[in-house]
T-cell receptor, first 116, second 119 residues
Framework: AQTVTQSQPEMSVQEAETVTLSCTYDTSESDYYLFWYKQPPSRQMILVIRQEAYKQQNATENRFSVNFQKAAKSFSLKISDSQLGDAAMYFCAYRSDTSGTYKYIFGTGTRLKVLA | GAVVSQHPSWVICKSGTSVKIECRSLDFQATTMFWYRQFPKQSLMLMATSNEGSKATYEQGVEKDKFLINHASLTLSTLTVTSAHPEDSSFYIC???????????????FGPGTRLTVT
């Protein structure tokens, strides 16, 4: 069975600085997707960034980028120029479409605090 | 586009009663919807996969008779918590899967969640 691990329960970053959130996963499949979701205090889940496993190039969305290391099964999120609005829970998630179920497996989350 | 709504956003019920939570895809059709449960400061736990026109698929450890799921149309799935007890108090989140033409991929769109408190 697939698992997703986030080893940092909480992280802090100074406003305008850069922070990296870690995520590792375990799977025997070769074709899958990885995601980072943000959950602010409103608790509405927001997609931050997506990475297809078959793509070697790391995904980038404005200030958000990932470091995808397929062999090491690592998928970290880098937030550059951190803003107060980035403060939230961040969840790493795995999805395999092999079975056609599109089920997502979420990590335990990392709470990000942004210090002014 | 791709908005998912949940109703109610917050509900309080007495122990022993049943409560129904609705999940609607407002501007798209969703053959597959998911129901998650989230305890305070914890991750999302998948409870079941709701498929339109067929029985829901429950995750291991989730009581089918307690959490009744009905996906009667392509835009509506309901979760009924039967004979609710205080330990059922939690935040319930639904999501819907839809094909995104822009990205050329299946995307998961989340509802805003429902806070259930059982007294």
């Amino acid at each position: 069975a697939q698992t997703v691990t986030q080893s940092q329960p909480e992280m802090s970053v100074q406003e305008a600085e850069t922070v990296t959130l870690s995520c590792t996963y375990d799977t025997s499949e070769s074709d899958y997707y990885l995601f980072w979701y943000k959950q602010p205090p409103s608790r509405q889940m927001i997609l931050v960034i997506r990475q297809e496993a078959y793509k070697q190039q790391n995904a980038t969305e404005n200030r958000f980028s990932v470091n995808f290391q397929k062999a090491a099964k690592s998928f970290s999120l880098k937030i550059s120029d951190s803003q107060l609005g980035d403060a939230a829970m961040y969840f790493c998630a795995y999805r395999s479409d092999t079975s056609g179920t599109y089920k997502y497996i979420f990590g335990t989350g990392t709470r990000l605090k942004v210090l002014a | 586009g791709a908005v998912v709504s949940q109703h109610p956003s917050w509900v309080i019920c007495k122990s022993g009663t049943s409560v129904k939570i609705e999940c609607r895809s407002l501007d798209f059709q969703a053959t597959t919807m998911f129901w998650y449960r989230q305890f305070p400061k914890q991750s999302l736990m998948l409870m079941a996969t709701s498929n339109e026109g067929s029985k829901a698929t429950y995750e291991q450890g989730v009581e089918k008779d307690k959490f009744l799921i009905n996906h009667a149309s392509l835009t509506l799935s309901t979760l009924t918590v039967t004979s609710a007890h205080p330990e059922d108090s939690s935040f319930y989140i639904c999501s819907a899967i839809s094909w995104n033409k822009g990205t050329g991929q299946y995307e998961q769109y989340f509802g805003p969640g429902t806070r259930l408190t059982v007294t």
